[in-house]
């Protein structure tokens, strides 16, 4: 295994997150408007897509009953470590009894 | 102040344990996909993006091509760049320490910067749950790639919906205005559109245009 295509990603990683860093800090006053909004619309798509793509296929598995679990416990204003781990016992039960 | 009686400091070591747990599964498949140790922890520590080195190593273990396999994966990595502008204004500090801060950009430090109230809080959330992050899924992917295919599938553990369940937590704070609750939902329905019809890493993308329809109604909000 070569270390030629580590060495481009680990690079080409880091190039997107400094860009963006120098976005911010070059375009702070203009860029404002759009990243009070920005975490809303990533966030969002995160969950959605962490609950329900597999690979190129949105499914309705174990998972996203886990997750919708998860939205009751912060819905009854639990701490994250209790979200985290409703969400993970009811996905594991869910898959044993189906 | 002890160590983590503040709960962003909670919550940072909470996300940073889901991380170490799924480092597990990263290096099994890092060690299977013929990457060697000092490979496997390198990807963890300079790559430090945990989609982009899933991707990766899924890619080179099928047998793929290694330039396809870090386009894929740097699609995944892009995301990235939209981070700094939102965490940006909290960070302090020198050009040395901006750069240091931009290898600790993830969803989960983002995510947990964005969602504090107050600007000293989300710094040290920022840095907090970085750091934590970093240490452990660098001990997550030692420990996976040591044990190799003895590591039971985390599926059974229910470890895929812990992320997505935290994300929840951490999407709260935004959904405090209109305009924040009218992007959430449009860039959550973009996302899933996507999914099906792009490549993996353009959905979340695709969804930061969500913004566009989230601005208007923050405007016509203020004219009113």
């Given amino acids: ?98 | 102040m002890s160590l983590i009686q503040r709960p962003h400091r909670r919550d940072g070591l909470v996300l940073a344990v889901a991380c170490g747990l799924i480092g597990l599964p990263y290096g099994v498949l890092a060690d299977s996909a013929g990457l060697t140790m000092a490979q496997a922890v390198a990807l963890s520590v300079f790559t430090f993006a945990g989609s982009s080195q899933f991707a990766y190593v899924s890619v080179i273990g099928g047998g793929g091509n290694p330039a396809a396999a870090v386009g894929g994966a740097l699609l995944l990595a892009a995301r990235n760049a939209l981070y700094g502008p939102v965490v940006t204004p909290v960070l302090r500090g020198g050009a040395f320490r901006r750069a240091v801060a931009a290898q600790f950009l993830t969803d989960e430090t983002a995510a947990m910067a964005s969602a504090q109230d107050d600007p000293t809080d989300a710094r040290d959330a920022f840095w907090f749950t970085g750091l934590a992050i970093m240490s452990l899924w660098v001990a997550g992917t030692v420990a996976g790639v040591l044990l190799g295919g003895n590591l039971d599938d985390p599926g059974a553990w229910g470890l895929d919906a812990a992320f997505p369940a935290a994300f929840v937590a951490l999407l709260v704070p935004h959904l405090a205005t209109r305009a924040g609750r009218v992007t959430a939902l449009i860039g959550a329905v973009v996302a899933l559109v996507a999914v099906p019809t792009t490549p993996a890493g353009a959905p979340i993308l695709l969804a930061a245009l969500a913004v566009g329809p989230g601005m208007a109604v923050a405007a016509r909000r203020r004219s009113l």
């Avoid at chain 1, 702070?28 to 975490?39: E, F, G, I, K, S």
């Avoid at chain 1, 994250?80 to 594991?92: C, G, K, L, P, S």
């Fill in chain 1, 1 to 98: 295994m070569s270390w030629t295509a580590l060495v481009v990603l680990s690079a080409g990683a880091y190039a997107f997150k400094l860009a963006g860093v120098v976005a911010g800090e070059r375009f702070a006053d203009r860029l404002a408007p759009v990243t009070t909004l920005l975490p809303a619309a990533l966030f969002s798509a995160l969950v959605v897509t962490m609950a329900m793509a597999d690979g190129p296929s949105l499914v309705v598995d174990a998972r996203l009953i886990g997750v919708a679990a998860g939205v009751l416990a912060v819905t009854r204003r639990a701490p994250m470590v209790v979200v985290i781990m409703v969400a993970m016992a009811v996905t594991a039960l869910v898959r044993v009894v189906a």
